[in-house]
């Protein structure tokens, strides 16, 4: 069991007070180059006493930590905001900082760069944090390798962790980062679960900036559809599938040294990234709070190393089978499904929905943001108006505005449609208008959807809102030296992925397609099957007491003699000798 590291190797106020030159030597030192620190005997004895306290205050804060596991926000926030650059800039370039309220009992693990986990991992940089955990690049001293470490809040830091509990029946399936090994961290905020993960480059989200053809975007679908099969033919919902949990795979980065990496992402302690963590009243963060936060690194400046076309599924901390379904969804609600805006439970249809958000946005740039209104807004903007029961629900969390105060704003809406009318002339036909008048919407009046029909008839020759969204001059590249270019689909891929994405849309879950039904579509059939399936016994068997691995290569080989004509049948291959080594490793306990 790891221990709460107490002294951090990293001088950050002196890396502060001057410049500093890196060293190349290896990956254990810090980089830091030697200079004479003078400093006189009453210093160097004030600064034990200082050290002394801190650890007295780490102790206590641990024992305070091991007999309160629930968070308890705080009535008012403790902590200044993050200042500097544009964070909005920071966090669209994918440079995001936990919230520093969490640094409490039951809430995140303070870590500091050069920190060392288990005894063997030292803390480099950051590589992503959410709600329930950080995520860290670290030097791997016995492996001599690059891994990404990944530390769970203490209130969700249990043996019942769906990441801990899937691992087993996840096993050896290429499209899902797993863990590799995990031990424990007992810190001021209490017991931590750690995950050692593969490094993996940026998210989907970002692929648009990155991709040098549609091709490249047409396979990261296609390998997110096949992943979200494979999970689900398990029994598996993932739970909060959207893009930015969907990674890059990378070439090894295990060549590199750590300054070479600060050379390529900035270092953590470069203005972009570094962030003094002051209370507001004065009072040192320490122990619950670090005494600096870093923000996340942009991952797509590892572009040499990024591979483009190959993906694989992140996060399932709240992951179930199908027979432990949750109470309530952790899904953002750009990504949930209509269910799961209005207090429905997660499904796999739910999955399916997210599913089709994903593709919508890899495929367009375009999300369902803006909290459930924005939501609901696109919904019914490309999908038409919610059915009945969902309209009775929104209308609970979310009351129409009073009468009285909404006149201003309509009267200026008229007089923009009036204007809109008189510029577009009115001898053309009210598109669809009959058919609007007979549904009601919750936001778009018929008036409204009539100018958004009109204008993307006039731009792109379709009055389908959907239809116009796909067939909208999109781009791809520009990031770094990437030359940014336009592109357009075809009629026919339009009308195909459409149809697709109207399926998977269905506000009745029991109407959308399933993960086979997506596989099937003829959109997918267009894309040309360059690669065979990544062969997901080729990793060596976590079990060393259970010799099976002639036999799991032999039904590999046999697996990859099936035509390439039908992928499929080869999925379901791999998925029946999967099931099938999981039973024998239950039989065998």
Known sequence: MASFPIVHSHPVELFQARNMELSRNSHSGMGISQWDMKTSASDTNAKSEEK??????????????????????????RYCAPCGLEVSALDERGMHMEELELYLPGGFHPVHIGDVLDGRYEVAHKLGCGGFATVWLCWDSASRSWKAVKIIIAEKSTEQCPELKLSKT???????????????????????????????????????????????LDKICRQLVEAVYCLHHKAICHGDLRPSNVLHRIHSIDSLSKEQLWELLGSPFSFEYYHEVETRDGDDARPHAPKYAVRSVD????????????????????????????????????????????????????????????????????????????????????????????????????????????????DEEDEDYNRELEYYGQSWPMINLKDDAKEEYLIW?????????????????????????????????????????????????????????????????????????????????????????????????????????????????????????????????????????????NLIG
Request: charged share 30%; aromatic share 8%; glycine share 6%.
């Open 52 to 77: 002394h306290e801190r650890q007295e205050q780490i102790v206590r804060a641990q024992d305070e930590a091991k007999t309160t596991c629930k968070m308890q926000l705080p009535d008012k926030p």
């Open 170 to 216: 996840l096993d050896r399936l290429d499209f899902a980062a797993l863990q590799e090994r995990h031990f424990w961290i007992d810190g001021p905020n209490g017991r931590h679960l750690a995950l050692v993960l593969p490094v993996l480059g940026p998210s989907i989200a970002k692929t648009r900036d990155m991709v040098s053809s549609t091709a490249a």
């Open 299 to 410: 991952l797509r400046r590892l572009k040499d190393w990024i591979i483009e076309d190959e993906v694989a599924i992140i996060d399932f901390g709240v992951a179930f089978k199908i027979h432990d379904t949750p109470i309530k969804s952790a899904i953002p609600e750009a990504y949930a499904a209509p269910e799961l805006l209005f207090e429905g439970n997660p499904t796999l249809s739910s999955d399916i929905w997210s599913l089709a958000c994903s593709i919508l946005q890899v495929q367009t740039g375009t999300h369902f943001d803006g909290g459930v209104d924005g939501a609901v807004r696109y919904m019914e903007l490309l999908l038409g108006p919610l059915p009945e029961n969902y309209r009775q629900a929104y209308a609970k969390i979310s009351p129409p505005c009073d009468a009285h105060d909404s006149d201003e704003e309509e």
């Open 445 to 585: 009046t018929p008036q409204d959807l009539q100018m958004k029909r009109k204008g993307a008839l006039d731009s792109c020759g379709y009055a389908d809102l959907l239809n116009a969204e796909l067939a909208g001059e999109g781009h791809i590249g520009g990031f770094g030296y990437s030359k940014k270019t336009s592109y357009t689909m075809s009629r026919c891929d339009v009308l195909q992925l459409s149809d697709l994405l109207r399926k998977m849309f269905k506000y009745n879950p029991e109407e959308r397609l399933d993960a086979a039904g997506v596989m099937d579509h003829p959109w997918f059939s267009r894309i040309q099957d360059t690669a065979t399936t990544p062969d997901p016994y080729s990793k060596p068997d976590p079990s060393p007491e259970i010799e099976m691995e002639d036999y799991t290569k032999e039904l590999a080989e046999l697996i990859q003699m099936v035509p390439k004509g039908t992928r499929k049948q080869r999925m379901d291959l791999e998925l029946a000798v999967s099931d099938a080594r999981e039973a024998l490793l």
